[in-house]
């Protein structure tokens, strides 16, 4: 065991002990290691890899000791700010590395020259008797701190020591007046006044005449020539300024500003300065170095006129703050400090500036809008408003002085650490939201505050908070989404709704989503556009996903998820539980596929049902004054409403919930006892009854759950008899005789489904019977038969007898109305399943109808409740009774369909679709019903182009039987094609050309409007015939809307309805026939057939589209005012572009002309905008130009064809088309030869205003010079080019040169024209005349002026002319 060496030993005893440690060969305690360094690459380098003037160094490793000692403090490792700079690799050269990071220095210092400091005097210390250097204290200094300045009361005393030293050497002022610079804000008259106040009284033309710089002071060149190169480098660049111009000066910023880096630039105007605020400039100009530009002016004189306003007025109010801070006094301060407090002998009130009173608000009178505070309710704050500061509102951001806080502001404190804060931003956000979806600030603020919220990311917002582990955060997400989420006030609406014909049926909560609809989507079927749909939106990112639809969105970030986790294991407040099953609702509402995954997510309907349906509870909760702390384990209204909108999502998604999550124990539990007697709070109790009564409702409308009726038949019965006794209790208006009475439809509702389903068992039971079912499934029939319902009947016929003799009073009747309601249409679907049953009697079924009528229904109808309901209508709407109702509903225009107006929309459609329903059986047996038969038909007209999705039933209903009945045309049979005739005579006889058949169509065809009506009023069967045949496509619509309307429970297969983009049927669906064989025919040339023939059944199809268009033209000409002129040409042109000569058979060729000439009326013509887009069209040019070439094909030279290419080429078109037809395809100039008399557009529509463009005047007259425009070929054409040469050639208003050159030319050219007959007519025009043969009117001599006109030009042409001929 070797010794340690003892004090007192010297170095031979170390020695000694080092020779002895080394014969014994024993292991050392310490182990040296060379380690690598990392800058130089791995730690496996050998030496000669290394540099060779590198030394390693030695690095001492002990056992159990780290490589790295730990921190001492919990504190965040220091990042080096230089280090991304210096990184370096060993291959690097120096000299390309200097070069890459070189900063051109020398573009600015050419020369440099090292200080001289040989004659700068050194000064010793000052000997003194003290031993250190004496001290001072604060009190000394107390006259000589710079307030506002930011610097330790040590350097302001040291500051003002070197001030002072330099006082006593530094020229006098007038010496200093004189300086100048080339310094960029030397130049600058504002950096010129603020230093000294001497220098403000330089005048401005002074500063490039000064003598001496202010910058180079020649301080560090030797004493000799200090001076003189100062001065010299001075006058270089005086000289060098005066002699560059404006532009080379603004270069010559640019390039410096792109050289020099910014803080030196920030430098260099800093040491133009010496006031107090120097360091505060400094920072400024260092965060905009680019302002720097625009404060090097040529003269002094430019210097203010090139200064930005913006910069200007910021110095301004910088200089106006700091006076501020100067003139802070003890005055200001709502705290008076005081001396003998610790530390407070001394105020620096620059410290204290923050307690000073906020100056009051201040208005600007700007129309620029400034920005939105609110208050922490959610209350728009206005912007002169002047709130106390004890209200919170104020804060140290933007605009102290204004009370609130921004969205902006919101946000940010947001993502605060500070629990509270995140907690208040959330719930002010929340409330934000919710008034404005109330449009609170519809008025107040630009835009929407909703749709900048979403674009701003809040939806995400709200999402990461939803994850946040804090209670109360997360419980302020919840209440913010759920504002953002949920409109409470539909809910409301869609549960009153509920029991309504068809109620049960709600559209999904999809937004209209028109942007991502494209083009070529339209070949695609339904299925295959809802796949390539669902691929494009998995391929989105969420952000894009939740622009245009939240839920989806929220979907997408798996929120369900989220949800379940916080009622399972969180267990939050009743009130964050609720809001919770609101939002579940709502995403539920969205569409099938949001219940699916709702459905779908792990546990989540479990926790529903376990903690907020379960079967027995605490009692405690009924009593009064019971503050209930947690909802978990208490029955839950809301929660039974979720699980009822969820069933709502289809036929399996119900079955699941029955079966799976035992809700069928849970229907019976809460439904077979009286709400009375459950242990909840009385308007709980009767909800949760209610509720159960609807998702029961919801499961029988699907044909599911009609075994428990058997079951709780007594307690149906039960609720049955004693519903009269809570009609003669309902004389006020409460909540609780509100919900009792919304229990009460519940209930009538549900039995209305269950004897649907009752109804529809005779006749499955007899498919099942049968072996000749195609069908390979067989449905079985439900298990609740026809006697087992029938004997409902009486009860509710005994409630609406009851209800007769209470609802005298107004009060009584609103309270009463949904009840009502729900036993009229239980007693509809009785007697309408009644009248299919195999057992009933129909003698005793019709005795028993008569008698209910007389009984029960007429009583009902003349109550005058049911008159103050069209008295409320007329409130509304401003009308009287059902007539001026309808005759309003045909006036109006097509109604906006939006997701909040789609559902009472669809309603008011059930009221129309009924009105007609009776019109229709009425029109036999009234007498008087002709003078009703136009109105009633013009409504079924617009009511079928406004049936949304679902309805497609009624659609196909009004088509069948109204639309298309003749009973509704009594002008057909009451002398209407007669008018007709006579009111063509009419127009012929008072000389009205054109637009009227008589006089188009004479030519076209030998057949008068008159007898074309009547042969289509004949075919009407086959019109209905032809349009039902073309709406095949919405066949599978159809049908599941027929299994809803017409009560067969067994088919439907989900309550939401199909997604709202528009109505069912396009406007124009009346011209949908032609529409469908033009695309037909045009995709099969695509494909490369062609069709030289149709086949007879096409020829009829078109035939009959346009006889029923001629109808509508000619007697219901309201019923198509939605759909444009242009739009209408554009459907007929679709003739003939359809097939070779499909326009050339017989009556397609009479019935176009008819039409035709209804479309040339003035007033259409008027009407008629072919450059407005045209719905159903991408582009009327590439339509045009399609039939420019068909009518080179396949025209034959038709006059009734070429009509239809005239009548775009009218003046007030765009020009585009008329030089496509004068440019591109003159060929058709020689078959285009409608005759001037039988034309039906006048010429003026074409001649006026004067042609201006000059490209096809000079087509004009090529056509007319080369004879590809000719009188006898294409008179219309002919006159048009004629009168527009005319006016061009002798117009003399002033224009351009070029246009002024081609008038010229032209005239002289019309001058030396061969073919007299044209030189006559461009030269001697006059005006049009449509009894000419020629079209117009000639001139037998030139006007004085025109003739004048005409020799000065040709005479020009002459003299220009004349040397060339002499030589």
């Not at 929407?448 to 917002?461: M, V």
């Not at 269950?754 to 007899?766: F, I, N, P, R, Y």
């Amino acid at each position: 065991m070797l010794s340690r060496p003892k004090p007192g030993e010297s170095e031979e005893d170390l020695l000694h002990f080092q020779n002895q440690f080394l014969a014994a060969r024993a292991s050392p305690a310490v182990k040296i290691v060379k380690k690598a360094d990392k800058r130089k690459g791995e730690e496996g380098s050998t030496d000669a890899e290394r540099h060779p003037l590198q030394d390693c160094k030695d690095v001492v490793m002990l056992d159990d000791f780290p490589d790295v000692l730990p921190a001492l403090t919990p504190a965040p490792p220091k990042k080096s700010k230089i280090k991304s700079t210096c990184v370096h690799f060993e291959d690097e050269d120096p000299e390309e590395r200097l070069e890459r990071h070189d900063q051109h220095i020398t573009a600015v210092f050419n020369k440099i020259i090292e200080r001289d400091t040989s004659a700068v005097a050194v000064t010793m210390p000052v000997p003194t008797g003290d031993p250190f250097p004496r001290t001072f204290h604060r009190s000394e200094i107390k006259s000589e701190v710079k307030v506002g300045s930011g610097r330790s009361i040590f350097a302001q005393k040291m500051a003002a020591r070197r001030a002072a030293e330099k006082a006593a050497t530094a020229p006098s002022t007038a010496e200093c007046v004189q300086i100048t610079s080339t310094a960029p804000d030397a130049l600058d008259p504002k950096a010129g006044e603020a230093p000294l106040p001497s220098i403000g009284d330089v005048k401005a033309g002074d500063f490039l005449t000064s003598q001496r710089p202010c910058l180079i002071t020649g301080e560090g060149l030797g004493s000799q020539m200090s001076e003189q190169e100062a001065q010299a480098i001075h006058k270089e660049n005086l000289e060098k300024l005066q002699s560059m111009s404006e532009e080379e000066i603004l270069q010559e910023q640019k390039r410096l500003l792109a050289q020099l880096d910014s803080s030196l630039v920030a430098f260099l105007k800093s040491r133009r300065g010496g006031n107090e605020g120097q360091k505060k400039e400094f920072k400024m100009e260092q965060n905009r170095p680019e302002e720097f530009v625009e404060s090097l002016p040529v003269s002094l004189h430019d210097v203010g006129s090139s200064l930005p306003m913006q910069e200007s007025g910021l110095e301004e109010s910088v200089r106006k703050e700091e006076n501020m801070k100067v003139e802070i006094t003890d005055d200001d301060l709502p705290v008076k400090p005081k001396k003998e407090w610790i530390h407070m002998d001394n105020v620096e009130f620059e410290k204290l500036e923050w307690m000073k009173d906020l100056p009051s608000p201040r208005q600007k009178k700007t129309k620029k809008g400034m920005q939105a505070r609110f208050s922490l309710k959610g209350e728009l704050i206005p912007a002169d408003a002047d709130l106390p500061t004890h209200l919170g509102l104020h804060h140290h951001g933007e605009e102290a002085e204004r009370a609130g806080y921004s969205l902006q502001e919101l946000f940010h404190l947001s993502r605060s650490q500070v629990i509270q804060q995140r907690t208040l931003a959330l719930q002010v956000l929340g409330r934000i939201v919710q008034k404005a979806k109330a449009g609170e600030f519809a008025s107040s603020l630009k835009g929407s505050i909703l749709r900048l919220l979403l674009d701003a990311g809040f939806l995400f917002l709200l999402r990461f908070s939803l994850d946040d582990a804090v209670d109360n955060v997360m419980a302020a997400s919840v209440g913010a989404l759920r504002a953002l989420l949920v409109s409470l006030d539909d809910e409301k609406y869609l549960d009153w709704t509920f029991s309504w014909y068809q109620g049960m049926a709600a559209f999904p909560f999809v937004p209209n989503n028109e942007e991502e609809e494209e083009d070529e989507e339209e070949e695609l079927n339904g299925t295959e556009k809802s796949q390539d749909k669902k691929l494009k939106d998995e391929n989105k990112p969420d952000p894009d996903v939740a622009r245009y639809d939240v839920v989806k969105g929220l979907l997408r970030t798996r929120i369900q998820h989220r949800l379940r986790y916080i009622l399972e294991v969180v267990r939050p407040v009743p009130t964050v539980v609720l809001d919770i099953l609101h939002i579940l609702t709502h995403i539920a509402r969205h569409s099938s596929e949001a219940c699916s995954q709702l459905l779908d997510c792990p546990r989540l309907i479990e926790t529903i049902v376990r903690e907020f349906l379960p079967t027995h509870w605490d009692p405690q909760v009924a009593e009064p004054g019971c503050l209930l702390t947690s909802l978990h384990g208490v029955a839950c209204a809301t929660a039974m409403k979720f699980i009822r909108v969820l069933a709502s999502g289809g036929r399996n998604a119900t079955a699941r919930l029955l079966n799976k999550f035992e809700m069928k124990s849970r229907l019976s539990r809460f439904i077979a006892e009286d709400p009375l007697d459950l242990p909840l709070p009385r308007e709980e109790a009767v909800r949760l009854s209610t509720e159960a009564f609807r998702l029961w409702t919801v499961a029988a409308g699907y044909g599911q759950a009609c075994d428990l009726y058997r079951d709780l038949y007594p307690v149906l019965v039960r609720i049955l008899q004693s519903l009269p006794e809570l009609l003669s209790t309902c004389h006020g208006k409460s909540p609780m005789v509100e919900l009792s009475v919304q229990r009460a439809a519940a209930v009538v509702t549900l039995l209305t489904h269950v004897t649907q389903t009752a109804g529809c068992t005779a006749e499955l039971q007899a498919k099942l019977s049968s072996n000749s079912s195609e069908d390979g499934e067989q449905i079985p029939p439900p298990p609740v038969v026809w006697n087992q319902v029938s004997g409902l009947q009486p009860f509710i016929e005994t409630g609406l007898k009851k209800i007769l003799q209470e609802i005298s009073q107004t009060e009584t009747w609103q309270t009463l109305q949904p009840l009502t309601t729900a036993y009229v249409i239980y007693l509809g679907v009785y007697y309408s399943a009644c009248s299919q049953q195999p057992s009933v009697n129909p003698v005793d079924y019709l005795e028993e109808l008569e008698r209910l009528t007389s009984e029960v229904l007429q009583p009902l109808l003349s109550q005058p409740a049911i008159h103050s309901m069209w008295d409320l209508l007329s409130s509304v709407l401003g009308i009287r009774g059902l007539k001026d109702y309808l005759h309003q509903s045909c006036q109006t225009g097509l109604p906006s369909v939006t997701p909040s107006s789609a559902w009472i929309l669809r309603h008011e459609y059930h009221l129309q679709y009924f009105v007609l329903t009776l019109a229709r059986r009425m029109a036999g047996t009234c007498p008087d019903y002709a003078q009703h038969a136009s109105l009633h038909h013009c409504v079924a007209m617009v009511l079928l182009s406004r049936l949304l999705p679902g309805s497609e039933h009624l659609a196909h209903e009004v088509l069948l039987d109204l639309a298309f009945n003749p009973e509704f045309l009594l002008e057909g049979k009451a002398g209407g094609p007669e008018a007709a005739d006579f009111s063509d005579i009419l127009h012929l006889g008072t000389g009205a050309k054109l637009a009227q058949p008589g006089s188009a169509a004479a030519f076209f065809s030998k057949a008068t409007r008159g007898a074309l009506l009547r042969e289509s009023y004949q075919n009407l069967p086959f019109i209905r015939s032809c349009y039902l045949s073309h709406f095949v496509h919405l066949q599978p619509t159809l049908t599941r809307s027929q299994a809803s309307y017409q009560g067969r429970n067994y088919l439907i297969q989900s309550m939401l309805l199909p997604e709202v983009k528009g109505p069912i049927l396009p406007s124009d669906w009346v011209f949908f026939p032609l529409i469908s064989l033009y695309n037909k025919v045009t995709n099969a040339e695509t494909r490369g057939a062609v069709l030289n023939s149709l086949p007879l059944d096409l020829v009829n199809t078109v035939t009959w589209n346009l006889q029923w268009v001629l109808l509508l033209e000619t007697w219901r000409a309201k019923t198509l005012q939605s759909i444009p002129t242009a739009a209408k040409l554009a459907r007929l042109m679709c003739v003939f572009l359809t097939g070779g000569d499909l326009f050339l058979e017989a009556p397609i060729h009479h019935y176009t002309a008819a039409l035709l000439s209804v479309y040339c009326q003035p007033k259409a013509l008027d009407s008629l905008n072919l450059d407005a887009p045209l719905p159903g069209l991408a582009s009327f040019h590439d339509l045009y130009i399609s039939l420019l070439e068909q009518f080179e094909g396949v025209s034959f030279g038709d006059p009734l064809f070429g009509v239809f290419v005239l009548l775009p080429l009218q003046k007030r078109f765009s020009v585009h088309l008329r030089l496509a037809v004068f440019g591109e395809h003159t060929s058709i100039l020689r078959a285009l030869g409608v005759p001037l008399q039988q034309f039906p557009v006048p010429l003026e529509r074409y001649t006026s205003p004067p042609e201006d463009n000059l490209n096809l005047l000079r087509l004009y007259f090529r056509t007319l010079v080369t004879g590809a425009l000719r009188h006898t070929w294409c008179p219309v054409l002919y006159v048009v080019a004629v009168a527009h040469v005319n006016n061009f050639i002798f117009s003399q208003d002033s224009t351009m040169q070029e246009t002024d050159a081609a008038r010229k030319s032209m005239l002289r050219k019309t001058w030396l024209l061969v073919d007299e007959t044209l030189k006559n007519h461009l030269l001697y025009y006059r005006l049009l005349n449509a009894e000419s043969p020629l079209g117009f009117d000639l001139y037998e001599q030139l006007p004085p002026m025109r003739l004048k006109y005409l020799q000065t030009v040709t005479q020009k042409e002459n003299t220009e002319n004349a040397p060339a001929l002499v030589s």
